[in-house]
Structure formats: structure tokens, C-alpha cells
């Protein structure tokens, strides 16, 4: 009997789905899940969904909040609603993402995680079921450090840096997410090459900081993202996560063609790459230089704000 591509991936690599369409988790099993604000928008502007936001806004009826406050509430609670449900189907963690506007404010992101996971445990959910997505900015990776230390755990998003995963793993922070498709689109746009395969910049780009993890012996888990094609996930067979579309699941899926492993941790730590000291200075200079990594991380927080503005704008027009 064959074997999908999807069940070999699983055999050495843990499946997270990057949806917010939890109705499709069932078909693909996958481990973890992530969401973000596009994905949370997506999912709210279909019928089957938009119970979950009339509930966050019915909850409110009597709230003693308004304006801009009462919004944030029920926004918050949109995020819990569709993380709750998710976790109903999970066995693992889901991954919920603070406003992107506090991306550059060490103690607002502090203050958003601890409300979302306050708002997790009320629910009852244990606080190590969840992840809080962060950017990767420096004020993102020093919240997280705090954070860590309280027990809550956060995935460092929109990261496409060895010079961000090494600050992110000097923080003792518990996951990233370096971002392949994006880094893909800005290499692809830059020269006209349509990369594949071991070519693919943004493959590697996690190859290296898979390696460097190993290689130090940092516990952060290493989570590829944000894929254009199933060649990129196959590239990195291996990794400690992958967070995959469900159109990719799919793909995957449908597929039994051989998987071998591209990535494992013993011949990862034998790399020759050398530790990075990242202060603030290094991080902030290294990171000016990098023009992809600095205009993708940029690029992604603006279109995750841009996605919250439009979410807030939804809720105001429910209530009337």
C-alpha cells in the first residue's frame, strides 16, 4: 500500500496547518496549527464563521467598555474563539498572533500576550496549548524573552534572518517561523530566476538557521513557513515543523512519490557556521544591511496591521 507524501513528511517531521478554516484540519490530522489576522479575516467572512464573531459581539452586549476599547475586546475574543475550536480538533499547540501594530513596543506586546493567554486560561485552556506570535523585530524578540520567562511561549513570526534566529534563540524563545515564500518572492523578483528545488533562497535560508540551531545546541524549534510549492517543502524534510496551506496539504496528500529526509540534526550540528553575538546595535546594523530581511519583515507587518484594521472595521459595523 502507498504512502502519501503527507504521511512520510509526519514520519520525521511535525505538520502544523496554517489556516483558519479549522473545518479543514480534520481531513489533513496535522499536529499544531497557526493563524494569523489575514487568516482569521479569511475565515470570518464565510457563513460557516461568522457565528464565531456574532458570539464575540453578543458576549459584549453588556459590556461596560466602548469605542476602541470594546473592539480590541471582541477582537480578542474573535482570536480565542477560533483558537478554542481549533484545539478541539488538534492533539498539539495553536498559534495566536498579537496585533502587529505593537511590533515595535516591547511592553504593548507584552501586555496583548498576557490579555490572550489570560483569556485562554479562562476558557480553559493550559497556556502551554498555545503559542503567541510575535515579528521578529528586536522589541518583538525582547517581549518574547519576558514572556518566556512567565511560561508563555511565543512563535517569532515574519523572520527571514539568520541575524533575527540567532537573537530569537539567544532569548531562549520557543519556536520561529523563518518565512520561505516570501523570501522566495523578493530573491525572484530581484533577478527574474524562478528558483527550485536546493536553489531556492528561502530554502535555504532555513537549512542555515537549521543548522546553526543543531549546531549550538539551542532548544528553539525551527518552523519553515509561508510555502509556494510543495518543492520547497520537500526541500526541507526534516525540519522540526512545517506550517503548510491547506491547498499544499492537498497536494501532498495526493502524492505517494518518495520523500526522503533532506534535513537531520546530526549532520546539521557538523556545520561549520560560526556563533553570532547579536546586541542591539549588531542586530539593528545586520539586519539594515540584509534588503530583503528588512523589506519583508517591514512589508509583512504592515499587511498583518492592515488586516486588523479591516477586522476592527468589520466588528464596528456589528455593532451598529
Known amino acids: 500500500m502507498s504512502i502519501s507524501q503527507l504521511d512520510q513528511l509526519k514520519q520525521f517531521t511535525t505538520v502544523v496547518a496554517d489556516t483558519g478554516d479549522f473545518q479543514l484540519m480534520r481531513e489533513y490530522e496535522p499536529q499544531d496549527a497557526t ?9 470570518i467572512t464565510k457563513e460557516e464563521y461568522r457565528h464565531l464573531a456574532e458570539k464575540a459581539v453578543q458576549d ?14 471582541i477582537i480578542d475574543q474573535i482570536l480565542i474563539l477560533f483558537g478554542s475550536e481549533i484545539l478541539k480538533i488538534i492533539p ?4 495566536t498572533e498579537t496585533d502587529a501594530r505593537l511590533s515595535f513596543d516591547v511592553e504593548g506586546s507584552v501586555a496583548k500576550a498576557r490579555e490572550l493567554i489570560s483569556l485562554y486560561e479562562k476558557d480553559g485552556i493550559d497556556r502551554n496549548r498555545v503559542l503567541i506570535k510575535i515579528a ?14 512567565e511560561g508563555i ?5 515574519l523572520l527571514f534572518s539568520l541575524t533575527q534566529a540567532a537573537a530569537c534563540a539567544d532569548a531562549r524563545v ?9 523570501i522566495y518572492d523578493w530573491y525572484k523578483a530581484e533577478t527574474g530566476i524562478d528558483y527550485q528545488g536546493a536553489d531556492d533562497p528561502g530554502v535555504q535560508s532555513v537549512q542555515e538557521i537549521y543548522q546553526y540551531y543543531k549546531k549550538f545546541d539551542y532548544p528553539t524549534e525551527v518552523m519553515g513557513a509561508s510555502f509556494r510549492n510543495s518543492g520547497q517543502i520537500l526541500e526541507l524534510a526534516g525540519c522540526d ?6 491547498n499544499l496539504l492537498e497536494e501532498l496528500q495526493g502524492n505517494d512519490a518518495p520523500v526522503p529526509r533532506k534535513l537531520d540534526p546530526c549532520e546539521a550540528s557538523k556545520s561549520d557556521l560560526e556563533r553570532l553575538e547579536i546586541d542591539e546595535k549588531a542586530f539593528r546594523y545586520q539586519q539594515n544591511e540584509n534588503a530583503m530581511a528588512i523589506e519583508k519583515t517591514a512589508q509583512g507587518i504592515r499587511a498583518f496591521a492592515a488586516d486588523i484594521v479591516k477586522l476592527e472595521a468589520l466588528v464596528h459595523s456589528m455593532l451598529g
Do not use: M, Y
Open 35 to 43: 493563524t494569523n489576522p489575514s487568516l482569521i479575516l479569511k475565515s
Open 60 to 73: 459584549h452586549a453588556n459590556s461596560a467598555l466602548a469605542g476602541n476599547a470594546l473592539v480590541d475586546s
Open 92 to 95: 498539539g499547540r495553536v498559534s
Open 136 to 149: 521578529s523585530t528586536w522589541e518583538g524578540i525582547r517581549a518574547a524573552e519576558i514572556l518566556e520567562k
Open 153 to 157: 511561549h511565543c512563535n517569532l513570526t
Open 174 to 182: 520557543q519556536l520561529i517561523s523563518p518565512f520561505v515564500g516570501r
Open 241 to 246: 515543523l512545517l506550517t503548510i496551506s491547506p
